[in-house]
């Protein structure tokens, strides 16, 4: 069996002859057959990966002209358009959907040679915190399968967590990346807004949606973000600052000024264990240089309110064109006119989370409470913003838990929706910010569970937060 330790490792392998891309491919194959009762993937495009590796290979003899990502196997979480294959945001609405083109993202992975292996299982159109709420069901944590294995990119983290790919992509609205690579034990980074061209990629709330990536170390996640970051002539909101090198940045054992909010630690949802390796974690990196400091933070129980007012009014909208005549599913029942064909199609197509966030976005936005709800949460988010432009004045880094606790039980939080949103504190701030951030998985719980940190970089600054990171790592 292959395993794998980083992509330049494996260029090197693969340069001496010692694997080739099909080996390579074989071996995820079978690791995703053993492990098939995870459910981490919807589908495994099993003689696609070959046939790719085979036709990668014969330019084995020829280095110079491999892509920054050659027999990279890669996972992709079932929001992102790939040519030709079926694309669902797990849902039953899109049942049947094919994709007409590549996300952005997706195009630069498969230019720069990387194999992708398979569309990896999720909550439907990204909402959720679990992995409960697909259509195809739910995925389990390897580390403790009666646990969940966050979400709303659970199949993404468990695809790497177990093995099953190097790298994955996931979707990252409200911590859908970070809090899954918390609970699995993984890395997974949000880059700042506009990091990522979102072309291609299902919309669940324009401006909070970003594509972050999941790893096991910075390295890879390095070298992946450096190809899918950057401008993109289809998509407006993608930022047009050059894209560094990342990799060539990391290691630099530069000391970097930290910010923390001590509310965040003092917060009473915060499991006591978790409070307390951070805060000793926190001694050690001023032992080792780095300035860490409190800043004050009064808008944390804010945070999640806003977070769902706005996010839900945008999924209403975003989600208003899934009407049964352009995309997926239709209803076969009987229908008179086009309105009942509407509402009989999506009350049969869309789950419980996706109807309950719609009917909150288009109440949120109706007349009469717009400006109760939809209006003061956006005079929120401007209060965030403003104090975060201050904090970053002043400190390189922000510092947070990335989850309150570590991954829960199937069930346990699964018919109380709001104690589910309100597991996503500490994520929400860096998407209604719009900063970039990363869960860096440094600690084990006395339950047997992994959990992390999460680091923030301003918006852009995704290299300060990668090479603090691949030091924050170093064994
Ligand atoms: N758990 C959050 C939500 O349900 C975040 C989801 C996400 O980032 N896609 O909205």
New binding site residues.
């Given amino acids: 069996m292959y395993v794998h330790h980083s992509i330049p490792e494996l260029r090197r392998k693969l340069l001496c002859g010692e694997l080739s891309c099909k080996d390579i491919t074989s071996s995820y194959l079978d690791q995703i057959a053993s492990k098939h009762h995870l459910n981490a993937f919807i589908e495994v495009f099993e003689e696609e990966a070959l046939e790719r590796a085979k036709i990668l290979d014969q330019k084995n003899n020829d280095p110079n002209s491999w892509g920054k990502l050659y027999g990279v196997v890669i996972g992709i979480k079932d929001v992102l358009c790939y040519n030709n294959h079926h694309v669902g945001a797990a849902s039953g609405i899109l049942k049947g959907y094919t994709a007409i083109y590549n996300a952005t993202a997706i195009q630069r992975l498969l230019d720069e040679d990387a194999i992708i292996i398979g569309n990896l299982n999720c909550?439907e159109f990204?909402?959720?915190?679990s992995n409960e709420n697909s259509v195809h069901g739910r995925v389990l944590n390897v580390q403790d399968e009666s646990r969940v294995p966050g979400?709303?990119?659970g199949g993404s983290a468990v695809a790497v967590q177990a093995n099953m790919c190097m790298v994955s992509l996931g979707?990252?609205?409200?911590?859908?990346?970070r809090?899954p690579a918390d609970f699995c034990g993984i890395v997974g980074m949000k880059p700042g807004y506009g990091r990522i061209s979102r072309y291609g990629l299902l919309a669940?709330a324009s401006s909070f949606d970003q594509i972050g990536i999941f790893s096991k170390n910075i390295e890879d996640l390095s070298i992946v973000l450096s190809v899918i970051a950057g401008q993109d002539e289809f998509d407006s909101t993608c930022s047009d600052a050059p894209v560094p090198d990342y990799a060539a940045q990391l290691n630099t054992a530069r000391q970097y000024r930290l910010a923390y909010f001590p509310q965040s630690l003092e917060h009473p949802s915060l499991d006591p264990e978790i409070r307390k390796s951070i805060i000793d974690w926190m001694e050690m990196l001023k032992k080792n240089g780095h300035t860490v400091e409190p800043v004050d933070f009064n808008y944390l129980d804010h945070i999640v309110p806003a977070?769902?007012v706005l996010?839900t009014a945008e999924a209403s909208s975003n989600l208003s064109r899934y009407d049964g005549i352009k995309f997926g599913y239709r209803t076969s029942n009987q229908t008179n006119n086009l309105n009942e064909l509407y509402k009989k199609t999506r009350s049969e197509g869309f789950g419980k989370e996706v109807k309950r966030r719609i009917m909150l976005g288009t109440f949120v936005l109706s007349t009469g409470y717009y400006d109760a709800y939809y209006a003061k949460a956006q005079q929120v988010r401007r209060l965030i913003a403003e104090k975060t432009n201050a904090v970053f004045a002043e400190y390189d880094l922000i510092l947070m838990p990335t989850t309150p606790s570590t991954a829960f039980r199937f069930g346990e939080k699964s018919n109380d929706a709001v104690e589910m949103?309100l597991g996503?504190l500490y994520?929400?701030y860096a998407?209604l910010a719009g900063i970039a951030g990363i869960s860096l998985p440094l600690f084990k719980h006395s339950n047997g569970m992994p959990f992390g940190v999460q680091v923030m970089s301003d918006r852009l600054q995704e290299n300060k937060l990668l090479d603090f990171s691949s030091g924050a790592l170093k064994p």
């Fill in positions: 909550d990204a909402m959720g915190s979400g709303s990119s979707s990252d609205t409200g911590g859908s990346v809090q669940y977070y769902y996010t949103f996503d994520t929400v998407n």
